[in-house]
């Protein structure tokens, strides 16, 4: 299945919550699997592709141990990881009915597995955290959950990019109420002022030197945060070059629900998020880009293969796409 940041993320939090109030915590096995969420969680926050967030043992033994990475032989590390990784298999598996009972009553129908894997080329063996589905038999109200559609596609997020240094401060951002207004009122001030100042002078006739560069200053920087006055309004929007590392494409600038205030209006934040989806037509990648022509103002999911015939919607709340054209794609491959 396809493996989610965000999704992987709240059902590692969910199991850690689980392992520490059932007091599993305590055994130095099922710290393995904390260790190796802790790692993940790291590695997924500073924007590194889901499926490339998996350690050796020589990390895992420094984080169990607490020691020093290197203080242990790679051989000492392995055996130590691999006695723990079978012993954690089994306390794990001996739980399970309380884990999956606590998963499914928040609402998640994955539970993580550690999966031992490794690399051509590479003798080492490395670990990796794997949402896998909660089996059917064991899951009674999963019946009544739609069967997936396969003319739908399907988003997930592969990749949380990181904000270049200059772009940080948006990071920390929480918008909420007056905040938010004020936010965007400031924005906007902070724009039409130099401008009100350039075109009054066209009106005057009076330009001078200073009014054309008051008035090029306040152009420049409306392009540059147009998208964070967007994003207040739209929720999600292309995130814009500048704060992007230059390998970062199609990374949208998303406005999600963090939580709630105290007065229980939801609590915002904006953060960078690489939105992806297998496309149902051809099975090609597809990304999230801005709408073009009669799509403008929308984002949409767009097939690398085919950039004008393979489009689909694109919901982040719900993570689904239905097609945009409507010429027979539907059927995808049967036909
Ligand atoms: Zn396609």
Known sequence: MLQDADQLLAVGQEMQSWVTESDLINLKPVELFSAIYRRTSEYLTNGIPVEEAYFPATDLNADLKGIPLGEDSSDTAGKYVRTNYARMSEILAEHKPSLRKRLRKKGYREELDVEVISKPGDPRKYYQLKLVRIPESDDAESSSEPKSDPGIAVYSVRQLPKF????????E????GWRRSLFVGGMVTLFCAPLAVFLLAII?????????LVGSAAAILLWLFKPL??????SIVRAPDWMLRLNDV???LELR???AQDNGLPLRQIRL???EAECPVCGGNMAVVSGKREFRGRMVGQ???SRSEHLYSFDHISKRGVPLRTNGYYRGRDV
């Open 164 to 171: 270049l240094p200059w772009a940080k401060p948006f990071a």
């Open 173 to 176: 951002l929480t918008l909420s």
């Open 204 to 212: 005057g006739g009076q330009l001078l030197l200073w009014h054309v």
């Open 229 to 234: 006055i967007d994003v207040v309004e739209r």
């Open 250 to 252: 199609d990374v949208q």
């Open 257 to 259: 629900e963090v939580g």
């Open 273 to 275: 998020v690489k939105y």
């Open 303 to 305: 097939c690398s293969r």
